[in-house]
């Protein structure tokens, strides 16, 4: 049995290739079942199965394929169907050729070896160059049957296409080394390139002609071609890469050059055209070139890109990390080539310009040369450039500097000076290119002198017959000698006064020093010196250094010792200075009189001996505990401030809130009185009962109580409007009032001062004017960008004071007007009427959109309110605009009330008046300035006043279809629920959830007279409790659900601050019970609070409401917006 060969062999790569032999059908085979083979062959199975070299064995008369897992990674995906299979089926490609060598081997029964064949072989889906070496050994024909060949493969592709590459390398080092110019180097590089048809399919090379950085232009002209591109192909002659172009291959090519970098260009991405890629099929393999690299070509990295050269990639090999290194190797070669021609070019230009500078200095100077010769001073000459032009034996025997054996370095002489002389040297030259004389001493340096030699140096500029300078001159003498006698008496003298006068210095300022400083020396780690601070911050008794040892540390607190030893470790370690804070044991009297733990700061500096090595360490200490209580003392102030804004923040809350609800109560009694008191008198007016006497005084007391009635609720809405304001104010000075714009039509704002206003303008008589200036068609205003609820606080302020100080003028008429401009309206169309305040603040705080934003463009929108009432007085102007003022006391006494005249006769000529709060024109000042704009006043008095406000917006996407909840459109109330139903339904049926029991009973009545059915939840779990029993509850989804009747629900009027459950978290419940199916549809949420600031009811809409109100309200504005939900419902 040959079952063993299939063993496990502790491999798992191993077993699973056995397991792959093992399944083949080899009894269909002309070998047979595995169990009838030879032993001869099971062995040269097992051998070639564990050598790790890919080995083949070549079996029967039809060549089967038997091989080991090595040769299996060789042929890549032909395994496994190869196992087993004749060898002409499975090589197709290549097997005339190794059937010649398998023949030749089993015809003299000696081993065949072939070296270096090239074969195409499949890899990775495409055809590949692929180099093998094999040996060919047949099997014994003394084996009987057995028949085959045990052929042993060396895959040598890497090798000898790295040889290759290398070769193509070198030769073209060595051709364009011969070339002399530009032009030569290109024709150079093509010519090399094109003798290598395997690794350079197709080639293309383009040059700039003017040098990089001549004129910044990326022009590139086609300097030649491997593969006859330029001729047959259709490859532009010229390129421009100046970054306009869209083609792919333009921007790819412009890449290369801007980023110095390789590129990758295939025809799968479109960036290498089909006319290059089918270039190659005429050179190398015959095939179409799918990749080429653009190589961009620099003589160093510091300079630009001087030529692109297009190299087409191997078509028969991949573009690995071998091919890219190979790329860059022949990048860096040529460049190599660039720049030396380019050094040699300079070169010669600089020779040629040097020479005939030379010629024409020599003539004027040769009467110089003479003296030169014959004198002992060094004399010397140079050029501006600071090339030696002459210079005689004693410069150069004083200077050291080499007679020049041929051209050298400007400034070359310069390396021979001091370094420490270098700079004077150069001022002095260049003092004399001003035309200067200069005389100073310096020192050459000197191979036995480190100091150098002292010489002493005149010079002075050469002019031309122009008075142009043409050269510089001096001489130099030695004066070493004396330099150096006098050096060594004043070093000595200089170093005796400064070490006297450091130590005596050092010693009183550390003894009188508030900072604490003592030394440490290494390695003994002992204290050679510290003053008295030291001791002091320690809290430990003075005594002599010599005494001192290591408990000096017990005055430090333990928990902070590991900082020190730490910081002591790091010294020794960088050679680095440290500074660390640490705690002291002994305590520290505040100046609020409590102790505390005393602090320290040091800063520790290491003294380096000659070898480098840390000596000693000087540390000096200041004690910062006045700092770090200071700092304690700042924190906790943060903490409690933040802490009282909040708090004031809940108390402004807590106040409207208790305000509002009540408020809602008298505003809801005194509608439901007015409603009671019109049925009343329109029973009175058609019957005749009431036409006696009494009936009279009956009417009378209607009409008294009507004209009561008004006025608790023109008093209920001037309380709101002072709740109002002092909400506003809060905010403002706790800096809390944002900004929130959001994208509306502009008009739509005019619209809504027309609804607000009109009735009661039309109650005083009052011609209201509401109209939109032409600048608006003008500019094309639509969409803007606005916080509306802020324009509309200061619109409503402005136009509230315009009625109430027009009612009782012979001429009433108000208009409002609204309009654009690019320039600010303070400076432009509105400066020459308006008086505008002068802002808190040139800082514009308007926060944008940029996501809402339809373009860059910023511009104002502007508003004027004009009345025909009094007038202000020019004095009283000035207290306009500021916190608790009123123009006058005159104006308190006649238009204190914010209701007018008509609710003040008759039956209450002693009620007092109401006076505002002094704050609606300071508010509408700080909101307008918070919008990026201004507020101003035009009057004259008995005429009447304009105010005018602008702000600052922008142009905004139109509002999508669906608008915020918030902002939806709500349908006139027309006094009967029923009006706006659908025929279908009979009544709105509303659950009112509202903890305040007046408040419930107040507003269900309202509602119930209006024809609404009502029901009421005392919390919010009671209101989602009672969802169970209406139409909204899912019974397929609730098992639990008992058969009961649905009540009809169209809207939940949901209060937000409730106990057991609030407002918030009941909707957020409703939501996600809609989410998770027990809830069907959609249930309209209206959200009820006393809590008017923005972000509240943000946060009401947010935890899931489809709209809201605020306290107090009235149930005429209540009205429509239930029934705008009721019909949301109704369509849901």
Request: proline content about 5%; charged content about 25%.
């Amino acid at each position: 049995m040959a079952s063993h060969i299939f063993e496990p062999s502790g491999s798992l790569e191993t077993d699973a290739h056995l397991r792959l032999i093992q399944k083949v059908d080899w009894a269909a085979t002309s070998l047979g079942p595995v169990d009838d083979w030879p032993p001869e062959l099971l062995l040269l199975f097992h051998l070639i199965i564990l050598d790790p070299q890919p080995r083949i064995l070549v079996l029967g008369p039809e060549y089967l394929l038997l091989y080991n897992e090595a040769y299996a990674e060789f042929i890549g995906e032909k395994h496994p169907a190869a196992i087993g299979r004749p060898m002409q089926i499975v090589f197709p490609e290549t097997y005339e050729l190794a059937l010649s060598d398998l023949d030749k081997a089993t015809s003299t029964g000696r081993p065949y070896i072939k070296r270096d064949v090239c074969l195409p072989m499949m890899r990775g889906g495409r055809l590949l160059e692929i180099h093998m070496s094999w040996v060919f050994v047949p099997f014994p024909k003394k084996s009987g049957s057995l028949t085959g060949t045990s052929v042993i493969l060396r895959d040598e592709t890497e090798k000898r296409l790295s040889d290759r590459r290398h070769e193509t390398c070198q030769s073209l080092g060595s051709s364009i080394n011969l070339a002399t110019d530009m032009s030569s180097l290109w024709k150079t590089i093509l010519e090399s390139l094109s003798k290598r048809e395997h690794d350079c399919p197709f080639a293309l090379l383009y040059a700039r002609e003017a040098e990089a950085g001549d004129n910044g232009e990326l022009v590139f002209q086609l300097k030649g071609s491997v593969g006859n591109i330029a001729n047959d192909f259709g490859a532009t002659n010229v390129l421009s890469l100046n970054g306009t172009s869209k083609d792919r291959l333009t921007q790819s090519l412009s890449s290369a050059v801007t980023t110095e970098d390789s590129i990758l260009l295939t025809t799968d991405e479109g960036t290498l055209p089909e006319s290059w890629s089918n270039a190659a099929r005429t050179r190398s393999w015959g095939d179409a070139c799918t990749e080429a690299v653009v190589l961009p070509l620099q003589s160093t990295r510091y300079h630009k890109v001087r030529a692109l050269l297009v190299l087409g990639v191997s078509t028969r090999t991949n573009f690995d990390t071998a091919y890219k290194n190979w790329s860059e190797e022949l990048r860096r070669t040529i460049g190599s080539s660039i720049h030396s021609l380019r050094r040699k070019e300079i070169a010669a230009l600089e020779l040629a310009q040097r020479e005939k500078k030379a010629k024409t200095i020599s003539a004027k100077y040769s009467h110089l040369v003479k003296v030169m010769e014959l004198s002992d001073v060094g004399i010397f000459s140079c050029d501006k450039e600071g090339n030696l032009l002459e210079a005689n034996d004693s410069w150069y025997r004083l200077s050291l500097v080499p007679r020049p054996s041929a051209s050298v370095p400007a400034f070359q002489w310069l390396e021979y000076v001091h370094d420490d002389d270098k700079e004077l040297v150069m001022n002095g030259f260049n003092s004399m290119l001003l035309g200067k004389p200069v005389t100073y001493q310096m020192r050459w340096k000197h191979p036995d002198r480190p100091e150098g030699r002292w010489i002493l140096a005149v010079c002075l500029p050469v002019m031309d017959e122009h008075g142009n300078i043409v050269s510089v001159a001096g001489c130099t003498t030695d004066i070493d000698a004396q330099k150096r006698v006098e050096n060594d008496a004043l070093q000595a003298l200089q170093a005796l006064e400064r070490a006297s006068a450091s130590e005596q210095r050092f010693v009183r300022f550390t003894a009188s020093s508030p900072v604490a400083v003592h030394i440490i020396e290494l390695p003994s780690r002992a204290i050679s010196f510290c003053n008295s601070a030291w001791f002091e911050m320690l809290g430990i008794a003075p005594v002599p250094v010599s005494q001192l040892d290591s408990s000096w540390t017990d005055g430090i607190l333990e928990q902070d010792l590991p900082t020190i030893r730490s910081s002591f470790q790091r010294i020794l370690t960088t050679h680095e200075p440290q500074t660390i804070q640490f705690r002291f044991r002994r305590m520290f009297l505040s100046g609020d009189g409590h102790r505390y733990q005393s602090w320290g700061s040091s800063v520790s500096h290491p003294e380096l001996d000659e070898h480098g090595a840390v000596k000693a360490i000087m540390t000096t200490t200041t004690d910062i505990s006045h700092l770090k209580w200071a700092e304690n003392v700042q924190k906790s102030r943060v903490e409690e401030a933040l802490e009282a804004k909040r708090q004031n923040e809940v108390f402004i809350d807590m106040t409207s809130h208790e305000i509002r609800n009540p408020l809602g109560a008298v505003v809801h009694c005194a509608d439901a009185i007015d409603e009671s008191l019109t049925e009343i008198k329109s029973i009175m007016n058609t019957s005749q009962a009431f036409e006696d006497q009494s009936g009279q005084r009956l009417h009378e007391l209607v009409a008294s109580s009507a004209e009561a009635v008004q006025i608790i609720t023109s008093c209920s809405s001037h309380q709101k409007r002072i709740v109002d304001d002092l909400l506003t104010l809060s905010k403002l000075d706790s800096n809390l009032l944002e900004i929130n714009q959001s994208p509306i039509r502009a008009t739509s704002i005019l619209d809504d001062m027309q609804r607000i206003f009109e009735i009661e303008a039309g109650r005083a008589d009052i011609e209201l004017q509401i109209q939109a200036d032409p600048s608006i068609l003008a500019m094309n205003v639509d969409n803007v960008m606005l916080d509306t609820g802020r324009v509309h606080q200061i619109l409503i302020n402005l136009i509230t004071n315009a009625l109430k100080f027009t009612k009782d003028q012979p001429k009433r008429r108000v208009a409002i007007t609204m309009g654009s401009s690019k320039k600010r309206p303070s400076e432009g169309s509105l400066s020459s009427t308006i008086d505008f305040a002068l802002p808190h603040t040139l800082s514009d705080t308007v926060r944008e959109s940029e996501a809402l934003c339809t373009g860059p463009e910023t511009y104002f929108i502007w508003f004027t309110v004009t009345d025909t009432g009094r007038g202000i007085k020019p004095e009283e102007k000035t207290k306009l605009f500021s916190r608790f003022q009123q123009a006058s006391p005159r104006t308190y006494s006649k238009y204190g009330g914010s209701y007018n005249n008509h609710y003040q006769i008759k039956a209450f000529p002693k009620l007092t008046r109401i006076s505002g709060s002094g704050l609606g024109l300071y508010i509408s000042r700080e909101l307008a300035e918070l919008q990026g704009g201004e507020i101003g006043i035009a009057t004259e008095l008995d005429v009447g006043s304009t105010f005018a406000f602008f702000v600052k917006t922008r142009s905004a996407a139109p509002p999508a279809e669906q608008r915020p909840k918030s902002e939806l459109p709500l349908r006139p109330h027309s006094g009967n629920a029923q009006a706006s139903f659908s025929a279908e339904t009979s009544q709105i049926h509303v659950l009112v959830a509202e903890d305040n029991a007046v408040n419930q009973k107040v507003l269900k009545r309202q509602l119930t007279n209006k024809g609404y059915v009502v029901w009421t939840a005392d919390n919010g779990q009671e209101a989602v409790d009672f969802l169970r029993q209406t139409k909204y509850w899912n019974k397929l989804t609730n098992s639990t659900t008992t058969d009961v009747s649905q009540k009809e629900l169209h809207v939940i009027l949901m209060d937000t601050e409730m106990p057991v459950m609030d407002g918030l978290t009941a909707a957020k419940t409703i939501r996600e019970m809609q989410r998770s199916g027990e809830l069907k549809g959609h249930v309209p949420i209206l959200s009820v609070s006393a809590n008017a600031r923005p972000e509240q009811t943000s946060m009401a809409i947010a935890a899931g409401m489809d709209d809201s109100i605020s306290k107090p309200f009235r149930i005429a504005d209540l009205t429509p917006k239930i029934d705008r939900l009721a019909d949301l419902a109704h369509a849901t």
